[in-house]
């Protein structure tokens, strides 16, 4: 007797929240790692991965790391409370690393900038980068260095 099709399964398992643009638009120097206050329904939709890090940038405001335009849709099961998509939501770190990382943004060119989002130990941890902001050229050459590499990978390997 042959087996069953059950179809395709989703995963399972938290989803790691990537924040691409990020990358591409600035030379990120430095990352540290923090904790970020959350509603019970957001976790869900974060640990399915309903999250959207594109426009979304940090500040400090009255020494306390703040990540502004995060968009987290609403979980498809909770109707009681349903939190703004795009608020403000505080970032845990240390006083001595916020102060360090104020420092460093108040240069010339830097930024503090959300790289990803995944779960650590049970918690929602959110990667915030120090970066640099690209140039169009510099972009333009990052994306040229890439495209070499993969096609020495592929003569490499043979494919075409």
Same mark, same amino acid.
């Given at each position: ?71 987290? $849709?609403?979980? *498809?099961?909770?109707?009681?409370? /349903? ?7 505080? +970032?845990? @770190?240390?006083? !001595? $690393?916020?102060? *360090?990382?104020?420092?460093?943004? /108040? ?7 959300? +790289?990803? @989002?995944?779960? !650590? ?8 980068? /120090? ?12 994306? !040229? ?16």
């Amino acid at each position: 007797m042959a087996k069953k099709d059950k179809g395709k399964k989703e995963a399972t398992g938290p989803a790691n929240i990537q924040n691409r643009r990020a990358r591409y638009d600035y030379q990120i120097d430095d990352s540290y790692e923090a904790g970020i206050v959350l509603v019970g329904s957001e976790v869900k939709s974060v640990y399915l991965g309903r999250a959207n890090m594109a426009d979304a940038f940090c500040k400090v405001v009255n020494g306390e790391l703040w990540i502004v335009n995060l968009d987290i $849709e609403h979980y *498809t099961h909770s109707s009681a409370f /349903l939190p703004e998509r795009r608020r403000d939501r505080k +970032l845990l @770190m240390h006083k !001595k $690393e916020i102060a *360090t990382l104020e420092r460093k943004a /108040l240069e010339k060119g830097f930024a503090l900038v959300p +790289l990803a @989002m995944y779960f !650590k130990n049970g918690k929602v941890k959110v990667q915030v980068g /120090l970066g640099r902001g690209r140039k169009e050229y510099d972009k333009r050459e990052q994306i !040229k260095d890439k495209e070499t590499r993969r096609e020495k990978e592929r003569a490499r390997s043979g494919d075409f």
